[in-house]
């Protein structure tokens, strides 16, 4: 019979629970000691110890903690020395987990214990959120609950086309796609601390083309609110007093705007947790340490695109996925039909050609841009397309057929070379 080099650790953990550290194979058992039982009626395997630190120790701690919290709450201490209660719902929700990982009450099964304790912590700080609002007096009436002029909460914001919005008071008939595309694509991930410019827009396209079909939509807007009150770290947000509700309301009208459901699909929010291993290894610096992510990468390949072609990448992704089935996303499909079929195309005069530019929101003449290549605007310097935004080709590929479409196109037109320069 096996003989375990094992060690029993008691010292700083709630009453009845024990570590036994099995030195020999690198792990270690969370038990919950039972009278008549052995190793006690909860077992679970803890994997962290290839790090050589003693981390999880300490997680361990915590975890025996919230476990073993009674129906008054058990006190403990937070990181700043201040009381800190554990109220009966988080026993609950940790006991939950619990039995969702090891699939009984008890046992030794290998489970991933990286999770587990995400999960714990993120239960934790939800149920002392709730709690703290519970606890806090009502405060006065905050200056944006005044109704103005116009009969809205709050004041109101400028978006990028020049309409008003309302962050405290969001409506679905204030958000248009644009506005979100612009102000996504100007935004860097992670307050910016990138080897790289990265956009949330790129960020979105990329969770969008990784979810089931139907929920491609909402993937793609799941950051949409952060175009309206900016993008806040992670580890920030849950303590940012009225954030979340600010977040929930932008989002409800975002939903109503694009006729999605209101409750975020699990897929979307498997990718976007997924996504943040691809992130960690291909744009951040040397991680000072493990980041705790709960699920494995997608394995997208992260490009960092400058904010105009992450802008037309987004719209590009949202007009394949509200374009009418079998539909090209265009009005022209009969002329694209006849031309693909090598029919002879009507002839267009320059007259023609700036109204079907205009029914699009283009007005002519089309100019290259001075900063982003291949990158081809309107007249008023609004991005009209990109030429090979996935940068597959060489720059001076992508800004060679830049420059030959926008010729075609204005000299068809009727404006000359002077003219679109000017």
């Not at 080709?393 to 992508?398: H, K």
Request: proline share 7%; hydrophobic share 40%.
């Amino acid at each position: 019979m096996k003989q375990f080099n094992d060690r029993i650790i008691r010292e700083g953990f709630a009453e009845g629970w024990f570590v036994q550290d099995r030195l020999d194979e690198g792990t270690a058992l969370l038990i919950r000691e039972t009278p008549g039982m052995w190793p006690g009626s909860h077992c679970v395997c803890l994997r962290p110890k290839a790090t050589g630190t003693d981390e999880w120790l300490s997680t361990a701690r915590q975890l025996a903690s919230a476990l073993s919290s009674s129906s008054t709450g058990s006190e403990g201490e937070r990181e700043d020395g201040g009381p800190l209660t554990i109220p009966y719902s988080v026993h609950e929700i940790a006991h939950r987990l619990l039995l969702a990982h090891t699939g009984s009450e008890g046992g030794c099964p290998r489970i991933d214990w990286y999770k587990l304790r995400s999960e714990i912590s993120d239960a934790i700080a939800v149920a002392l959120d709730k709690q703290r609002v519970r606890d806090t007096p009502p405060a006065p009436a905050p200056e944006a609950n005044v109704v103005g002029l116009e009969g809205r909460q709050g004041d109101w914001m400028q978006t990028v086309t020049g309409r008003q919005f309302w962050p405290i008071d969001p409506r679905p008939e204030d958000v248009y796609i644009e506005d979100i595309a612009h102000a996504l694509s100007m935004m860097c991930r992670f307050g910016g601390h990138c080897d790289r410019f990265y956009s949330v827009a790129e960020h979105s396209v990329l969770v969008s083309e990784n979810v089931p079909p139907e929920d491609a939509l909402w993937a793609l807007l799941h950051d949409a609110s952060e175009a309206y009150i900016a993008d806040i770290v992670r580890p920030a947000k849950r303590f940012i007093n009225g954030y979340k509700d600010l977040e929930g309301r932008i989002m409800a009208a975002v939903c109503g705007a694009f006729n999605l459901p209101c409750i975020e699909p699990p897929s979307v929010k498997r990718a976007d947790n997924a996504i943040l291993a691809d992130e960690a290894a291909q744009i951040m610096g040397t991680n000072p340490k493990d980041w705790i992510l709960p699920e494995p990468p997608l394995g997208v390949r992260i490009i960092g695109l400058p904010p105009a072609d992450a802008k037309a990448a987004f719209m590009n992704r949202y007009r394949a996925l509200t374009a009418p089935e079998g539909s090209t996303g265009t009005t022209h499909r009969a002329a694209i039909d006849a031309f693909n079929a090598g029919a002879k195309p009507q002839s267009a005069n320059p007259r023609t050609i700036r109204t079907a530019f205009l029914d699009q929101n283009v007005e002519l003449p089309l100019r290259l841009s001075e900063t982003d290549t291949g990158a081809v605007l309107d007249v008023h310097g609004c991005d009209v397309f990109t030429v090979d935004v996935n940068n597959e080709r060489p720059d001076e590929e992508a800004l060679a057929i830049a420059l030959f479409i926008v010729e075609c196109v204005n000299a068809g037109a009727g404006f000359n070379t002077e003219h679109a320069d000017a």
